[in-house]
């Protein structure tokens, strides 16, 4: 089994994880409570910014994360995730402040409406192939930024929703930051949990197949639809949940801060630079690139405002030129290259 | 008579204003190996396409082990039993040599491991045992046709479609590529094989179907099936068989 | 405002997201690209016809040519240093990469110009409009508008009478046959970029008059851009330029009935049943 490390695969099942098939997701559990409950006792006594920048990294890398299953693992380039992002805030936001409903079960609504719009969007937009998947789910991204818009009984239109700073574990809504990171991290967990999974059964390799040849997966025994459908609507059902917890945590969105195209575009560079198809490429990504922009953002923003976008257009530019599989593939590759060396040694 | 296996009655085919496929009938018996002869454009490949579900037909019906299953989509006909592969390989360029394996053995059984031990008997079968570990992407085109071949058995057909399989390989593959598809027939698959490299399907197939312009114009044991003038004329054109 | 006004205010913006379409559909065409920073580019343009206006005091009628041909360099130096390396890959790690430019160029003019509005206003056109009837029609629209016409037909000539053009279709066609016939595809694919980014260059060029510039212009400009290419026919150029008008006339009708928002999500909801149900365009004519 152990010689299976040495060849690179972007194949389902990472290599790193490969030669441990049943105790890795036991494994990932115990080490993501330890890390999470780390994290937690730092946010708590550090200070505000880099409290903030642990939430943000944990809500990102879940956002990421859940675009991988469909983005990655499928190899569905979906422009628009900032859509499911967004009615997951804006339906939970809109539950709390007009009828009074706990974000927990806002939460779950959030969830199940994000996978019905995942699944509605997908039977349509699934037979179109490469570019054009692309650009249909860009333009719903943009058409739900409008509806948000326009509807301003129900969304404030632009001025946004605020939310109301009730405290406590019912209202999903805390004045200190290590409640955030708990539930931001608990639910990047869970996204990691089902990533695994998904990765470490038939469904991944379907998955995997079709990415590389629909044609010859459909020939092979796999029904494309099928399961571009289901990594569609587990995709767009867990991207909707992190939107609930945004939302709790931020207290106040806009259009533009939760549905906007920028965020989409936040998203895929997280996941393409941390190395998409990869089970921990997004989270990679997202620990790379969040606090590194948050960094020139305090440091720099204020004289060179631009700057941060600025790092993250050039690092995108040198992962897609230098390492086309993500920096999380250009460490396995490495890994493997150093390994067999010794073998052959 | 042996069980049938499939059967084809009238089914067609009309891309625009050409008919590729027209109203052909085809049985094919159990364990034979029948090679599909015609010339370029005479409608092999479709009517490959047609049974493997990868094209709807227009008019006419198929049928699979005695079971109607005209218009299925092609990962039913492969869950059925059907299993093809592609004229010009398509290997899942991203994934080892024993994931692509895997994929095909998936669409029998939901466990992995079972996929595994499926997988790794059919490249065992093909010569590629060696190479589980190596990207497709990196395989000779010699390799990448028995990856074929494996992928398809390790679906575990009944019924498996080959596509120009021979072509392109040089002499010191071919041999033992046809050693390898008898060995998969003497395990209890049915095989087509289409190919316009004519003499390496006289050395395998029991029986010869010839096709031309989309109808089937010739049928029976090799050598006669060489010798006869629609044939030849097919092949060769009118003016050669008259001298 | 009348229905007529309306509409013709409609066909005038159309010419200039005509111009950009072009652009977009010519490199599709023939490199397969999809280039998520066209709208970048006409931001680039536009800024350097804001710049030389502001330091050296020309017109931008008179900055148009060196506009182009700015753009064109930046855009053939894209090519040469940064898309040649994935025209062999798939369209995801294209597509993100032609992101990455455009943040970079997005974010460098935000550093550079801030992120305000700013506005040219030029001397002999303020104000300046042809009335005819109860219309009237803005000189600086009128012109942009006759501009995207001269582009369109001088880059339809250009593929149909030059060798150059000849070389593109053929590539556009089928790249390895192109190869084989002895064409320099990586040249042709240069040059194409060169004229896509000098169509959005012009583009800006026409706008900058008509519309303030700031960093983020592009993005909204450049997803009207993509409708306008799918509606025109993937890779035709004028098909791409008739998209433009139609979808000017569109957003502007939609726009003054419904509001902004309903209008966009009118013209999105519509390029997406357009994608559905005719990915090849509902005016497609000749490939490139």
């Known amino acids: 089994m152990s010689q299976q490390i040495v060849n690179r695969s972007s194949g389902p099942i990472d290599p790193m994880v490969r030669s441990r098939p049943l105790p890795k997701h036991s494994l990932l559990i115990g080490f993501g409570v330890v890390a999470i409950a780390l994290l937690a006792f730092v946010s708590s006594s550090a200070p505000v910014f880099y409290g903030h920048m642990i939430v943000m990294t944990l809500i990102y890398a879940a956002l990421a994360t859940s675009w991988n299953i469909i983005g990655g693992f499928a190899g569905q380039l979906s422009l628009g995730h900032a859509a499911f992002f967004g009615l997951g805030a804006y339906t939970s936001s809109i539950l709390f402040v007009d009828f009074g409903i706990s974000p927990w079960i806002g939460l779950l609504i959030a969830l199940l409406g994000g996978a019905t719009l995942g699944l509605l969007i997908g039977i349509p937009t699934f037979r179109l192939r490469g570019p054009y998947f692309a650009l249909a789910t860009l333009a719903l991204g943009i058409i739900l930024l409008n509806v948000a818009v326009h509807f301003r009984e129900l969304t404030g239109g632009h001025v946004g929703i605020s939310l109301p700073p009730t405290e406590g574990w019912g209202t999903m809504t805390f004045l200190n930051r290590w409640q955030y990171v708990v539930i931001a991290g608990g639910y990047l967990l869970v996204c990691l949990l089902i990533s695994g999974i998904i990765l470490s059964n038939r469904f991944g390799y379907q998955l995997a197949a079709v990415r590389e040849d629909e044609e010859a997966a459909r020939a092979l025994g796999v029904n494309a639809t099928r399961v571009k459908l289901l990594a569609g609507t587990l995709s767009g059902g867990l991207a909707a949940g992190i939107g609930t917890i945004y939302a709790q945590y931020i207290l106040f969105l806009t259009p533009d801060s939760v549905l906007g195209t920028a965020v989409s575009i936040e998203i895929i560079v997280l996941a393409i630079v941390g190395g998409s198809g990869k089970l921990y490429g997004p989270l990679l990504g997202a620990v790379l690139l969040i606090p590194a922009g948050q960094l020139v953002l305090r440091e720099f923003g204020g004289a060179l405002p631009g700057l941060h976008t600025l790092v993250y257009g050039v690092i995108v530019i040198i992962v897609i030129l230098l390492f086309p599989r993500g920096i999380w593939g250009m460490l396995t590759d490495t890994a493997a290259l150093i390994n067999r060396r010794r073998k052959h040694s | ?107 029998k059984t939901r466990s992995v491991r079972h996929a595994r031990e499926r997988a790794e008997a059919a490249l065992d079968l093909v010569g590629l045992s060696e190479m589980v570990t190596t990207m497709a992407s990196s395989l000779t085109l010699g390799h990448r046709k028995r990856l074929e071949v494996a992928r398809a058995l390790a679906s575990q057909p009944q019924l498996l479609l080959l596509d120009e399989m021979m072509a392109g390989l040089n002499p010191a593959e071919l041999d033992p590529f046809i050693e390898i598809l008898r060995d998969v027939n003497r395990q209890g698959v049915t095989i087509i094989v289409v190919e316009h490299v004519v003499h390496a399907v006289m050395q395998l197939a029991s029986r010869i179907v010839v096709i031309s312009q989309g109808r089937k114009i010739s049928e029976g044991l090799p050598a006669s099936v060489m010798s006869s003038r629609a044939v030849v004329e097919a092949y060769l054109g009118d003016d050669f068989a008259i001298s | 405002m009348t229905t007529i006004q309306i509409l013709v205010s409609g066909v005038l913006i159309g010419g200039v997201y005509a111009l950009l379409a072009v652009g977009i559909t010519l490199v599709l065409g023939v490199m397969k690209i999809v280039n998520f920073a066209q709208g970048e580019l006409l931001m680039v343009g536009m800024y350097l016809t804001l710049l030389l206006h502001t330091v050296l005091g020309l017109h931008p009628y008179v900055a148009f040519p060196i506009v182009v041909v700015a753009l064109f360099g930046l855009g053939a130096g894209i090519h040469f240093g940064l898309l040649r390396w994935v025209v062999d890959r798939g369209h995801t790690q294209q597509i993100v990469l032609t992101l990455g430019i455009g943040i970079v160029l997005q974010s460098a003019a935000l550093m550079i110009f801030g992120g305000s509005f700013q506005s040219l206003q030029i001397e002999p056109f303020r104000g300046g409009s042809i009335v005819i009837g109860s219309i009237s029609i803005g000189t600086t629209r009128l012109a942009a508008f006759v501009v995207a016409g001269i582009a369109t037909i001088a880059l339809l000539f250009l593929l149909d009478r030059t060798l150059t053009g000849k070389a593109m279709r053929a590539t556009a066609m089928d790249r390895d046959a192109a190869t084989l016939m002895g064409i320099p595809v990586q040249r042709v694919y240069l040059i194409t970029m060169g004229i896509g980014s000098a169509l959005a260059g012009a583009a800006g060029v026409m706008l900058m008059p008509i519309y303030p510039v700031y960093p983020t212009v592009g993005v909204n400009i450049l997803l009207i851009g993509f409708v306008v290419v799918v509606l025109g026919g993937l890779g035709s150029v004028a098909g791409a330029f008739l998209g433009g008008i139609i979808i000017g006339v569109v957003e502007a009708l939609a726009g003054f009935w419904l509001g902004a928002a309903m209008s966009q999500i009118v013209v999105f909801a519509l390029f997406i049943v357009i994608l559905l149900v005719r990915p090849q365009g509902i005016l497609k004519g000749d490939t490139v």
């Open chain 2, 1 to 107: 008579m042996s069980t049938l296996m499939l059967r084809t009655t009238g089914i067609t085919k009309r891309f625009g204003g050409v008919t590729a496929v027209d109203s052909l009938d085809l049985e094919i018996f159990e364990n034979e190996i029948v090679g599909l002869l015609g010339p370029n454009g005479a409608g092999k490949s479709t009517l490959f396409n047609l049974i493997a579900g990868a094209l709807p037909p227009d008019t006419g019906r198929l049928e699979v082990f005695g079971e109607d299953v005209t218009g299925q989509p092609a990962h039913r006909m492969c869950q059925r039993g059907v299993a093809r592969t592609f004229q010009i390989v398509r290997p899942l360029a991203g994934l080892t040599v024993l994931e692509n394996a895997m994929v095909g053995a998936f669409a």
